[in-house]
C-alpha cells in the first residue's frame, strides 16, 4: 500500500513564501509521475505543478515562475517551492502519484496566503 504524507502548509502573508514537502511510502517505483494539485473553496481541484522521474516539469500558467517542483527518487519524496505568494494561492494543496494504472493521494496540507 502507498501512502503520501504532505507538510509544510501553514499562514503566510502575501509576497511570502513557503515549501511544500511530499513524502511517499510503500511500493514506491522511481518512474511514477509526482505532481502537486490544489483545490479552493468553491472550486475544483486543478493541477498545479508535476514531475516525471526524470525530472521533465510541468507548471499551471497561474505559477510558472514563481513555484519551482523537485523530486529526490532516492527519498520518494518531492517538494513545491512556493515564492511570491499571492491571495489566490490559498488552498488545500495534495500530493499525487501515478504509478502504473494506479494512482495515489495524500490528505492535503492547508496554504492561507492572507495579512
Known amino acids: 500500500q502507498v501512502q503520501l504524507v504532505e507538510s509544510g502548509g501553514g499562514l503566510v502573508q502575501p509576497g511570502g513564501s513557503l515549501r511544500l514537502t511530499c513524502a511517499a511510502s510503500g511500493s514506491i517505483f522511481s518512474e511514477g509521475l509526482m505532481a502537486w494539485y490544489r483545490q479552493a473553496p468553491g472550486h475544483e481541484r486543478e493541477l498545479v505543478a508535476s514531475?516525471?522521474?526524470?525530472?521533465?516539469?510541468f507548471y499551471a500558467d497561474s505559477v510558472k515562475g514563481r513555484f519551482t517542483i523537485s523530486r529526490d527518487n532516492a527519498k520518494n519524496t518531492i517538494y513545491l517551492q512556493m515564492n511570491t505568494l499571492k491571495s489566490e494561492d490559498t488552498a488545500v494543496y495534495y500530493c499525487?502519484?501515478?504509478?502504473?494504472?494506479?494512482?495515489?493521494w495524500g490528505q492535503g496540507t492547508q496554504v492561507t496566503v492572507s495579512s
Open positions: 514531475i516525471t522521474s526524470s525530472a521533465n516539469t
Open positions: 499525487y502519484l501515478s504509478q502504473g494504472f494506479k494512482a495515489y
